[in-house]
């Protein structure tokens, strides 16, 4: 068990470009989830994925963010035309869902994205 | 609309205090409620989960307690060490018809223990 794992860990970019963010979750965990942190503030949820299929996604990911889980294991998260307000810490994290007794959500590092 | 909030936003005591964090929300209808260590500039590591029909849980130094009816959880720290400072979040999943498994997070507690 490796644990959730993010990558890049940082990425400092300018207003406009495209940025991808890779997730590789827990092995047999069929959810996951991204969150957006923005300092002093907890996480707020932007995704979900059960296996391949993502089933819900919050008002905060507007048309300029896109997420994918291909073959229901690792996941990316596009961001489009970024904007300095994109500027954030975006975390991953993955769960067994309801088959697991307590369906606890393992986090990983983050990736701290800063655009100029 | 399930809102959490956690008071104090941060706290400072010496150490071996025992401490009491606090974590309040809006909707009873909860599955379960999950607090969670953040480490500056990290991701977030779980502590501890409490299902809605549980009324406590416990880790070592660490017992969280649940009160579904007055929306409110408690993250009571034994004999608080530096090693303890860090932010706590505390986080609660919709339950009902809602139950898609996302968290909903208070804004967390700022802890350090001074040596």
Not at chain 1, 11 to 21: A, H
Not at chain 1, 83 to 93: I, P, R, T, V
Not at chain 2, 64 to 92: E, F, H, N
């Amino acid at each position: 068990d490796t644990g959730v794992s993010q990558n890049p860990r940082h990425k400092i970019t300018k207003r406009g470009q495209n940025v991808t963010f890779r997730c590789d979750p827990i092995s047999e965990h069929n959810r996951l989830y991204w969150y957006r942190q923005t300092l002093g503030q907890g996480p707020e949820f932007l995704t979900y994925f059960q296996n391949e299929a993502q089933l819900e996604k919050s008002r905060l990911l507007s048309d300029r963010f896109s997420a994918e889980r291909p073959k229901g294991s690792f996941s990316t998260l596009e961001i489009q035309r970024t904007e300095q307000g994109d500027s954030a810490m975006y975390l991953c994290a993955s769960s067994l869902g309801d088959r697991g007794l307590q369906d606890t959500q393992y986090f990983g590092p983050g990736t701290r994205l800063t655009v100029l | 609309k399930q809102e959490v909030t956690q008071i104090p936003a941060a706290l400072s005591v010496p150490e071996g205090e025992n401490l009491v964090l606090n974590c309040s929300f809006t909707d009873s209808a909860i599955y379960n409620l999950q607090w969670f260590r953040q480490d500056p500039g990290k991701g977030l590591t779980s502590l501890l989960l409490i299902q809605s029909s549980q009324r406590e849980q416990t880790s070592g130094r660490l017992n969280a307690s649940l009160d579904k009816s007055s929306g409110r959880s408690t993250l009571y720290i034994a004999a608080s060490q530096p090693g303890d400072s860090a932010t706590y979040l505390c986080a609660v999943r919709i339950g009902g018809s809602s139950n898609t498994g996302k968290l909903i997070f208070g804004q967390g507690t700022t802890l350090q223990v001074k040596p």
